[in-house]
């Protein structure tokens, strides 16, 4: 029986009680300590980025299974699940970085990205020094949750490594593309709430659930993203939209309408396709019906998660990380 389960009000950080915006002000704090160097470069690339805001869904999915698990409220303690949040924001933000650069991206979260208004150069060795911060923050844990963390940081790499070589590729299949974002994404919210669990002292059953629900929740995620990029705004994304079709991502709209349509794959093929492609294959995407299918395959994952939280006690946090859910596939509507 797991903790919250043994007593279901210590779903919550204790005396003097901290609310869960009260803990994310906290691991906004941490990230900003982080960040600073002696180089100011260095400090004004990475506050550039990471003062900019961003969904926070990581560090929230992380403090919520540590809070529904029954996490112990001692000041150690939630000190060390702050640092935790953070270092995985911390790693997100790196992985950032370099994405902007690989994509050759001029816009992040609605304004210009780092790779823009500092360069490659500097953009570069900012996510490189951004990395390391997350593993200083890491560095006091005892070596399987070093592992973890450094177990989502290969995958990441990988599922990079992986998407780049189906750039402009119509023999990528639905599978290539789970493939993807289950090391790209998913992996950094698995590990979080893997250790969030075990950091709560939960049972090894509850560890594993809620890795699978954490690993449910980036899936879709990411699979809500990507649908937005083809249906969304660029008020309400924050960047342009069509820019997996620029860059030649093989996202799971493009995906699907490549075998489908003969001139959406065409367009994903071309190297460096003008605004007039980009604009063609959206609309035809849009008219494809794949979008449906889309939201169908997020419904599902979102599915997963919610019955990977049917292990934990009824309680607030464990209906915030529900409406959670809910609200990522509430982004596809």
């Known amino acids: ?20 915006a009260e803990a994310l002000d906290l691991v906004e704090a941490r990230l900003a300590e982080r960040v600073g160097s002696r180089e100011p470069l260095l400090t004004d690339i990475s506050t550039y980025l990471i003062g900019s805001g961003g969904k926070r869904v990581r560090p929230t999915v992380t403090l919520l299974v540590f809070r529904a698990c029954g996490g112990n409220q001692s000041a150690r303690d939630l000190r060390d699940i702050i640092d935790v949040a953070a270092a995985l ?10 994405d902007d650069i ?11 990205s780092a790779f823009r208004k500092y360069g490659l150069a500097s953009t570069l060795v900012t996510g490189d020094f951004v990395f390391s911060r997350a593993f200083q923050l890491c560095a006091r844990f005892e070596e399987r949750l070093i592992n973890w ?20 590729n119509v023999a990528v299949t639905t599978a290539d593309y789970l493939e993807i974002i289950s090391r790209k994404t998913a992996s950094i919210f698995e590990q979080g709430a893997r250790t969030a669990a075990y950091l709560a002292t939960a049972p090894d059953d509850v560890v594993e659930a809620m890795a699978g629900c954490g690993f449910s929740v980036g899936m879709t995620f990411q699979i809500v993203d ?29 995906v699907l309408a490549i075998g489908r349509d003969a001139e ?22 849009r008219r494809s019906g794949v979008l449906d299918e889309v939201r ?19 309680s607030p946090d464990k209906d915030h990380l529900q409406m959670l859910v809910d609200q990522l596939l509430e982004r596809a509507e």
């Not at 690989?102 to 210009?112: F, H, P, Q, T």
């Open 264 to 285: 959406v794959a065409r367009i994903f093929q071309k190297p460096e396709p003008t605004a007039a492609d980009i604009e063609t294959a959206l609309t035809r995407i």
């Open 149 to 168: 963390a450094a177990e989502a940081c290969i995958s990441l790499t990988e599922g990079e490594t992986m998407q780049g070589r189906f750039r402009h």
């Open 296 to 314: 169908a395959l997020a419904a599902e994952y979102g599915a997963r998660a919610r019955r990977g939280l049917e292990v934990l006690a009824p």
């Open 89 to 98: 924001e911390l790693i997100h933000s790196a992985t950032l970085l370099h």
């Open 102 to 112: 690989i994509d050759g991206s001029g816009v992040r979260r609605g304004k210009d």
């Open 226 to 254: 990507d649908l937005l990029d083809v249906e969304g705004t660029e008020a309400r994304v924050g960047k342009p939209v069509g820019l997996d079709l620029r860059d030649g991502n093989p996202s799971l709209p493009i």
């Open 1 to 20: 029986m797991s903790n919250a389960a043994k007593n279901p009000a210590r779903g919550r950080f204790g005396a003097p009680d901290v609310s869960l």
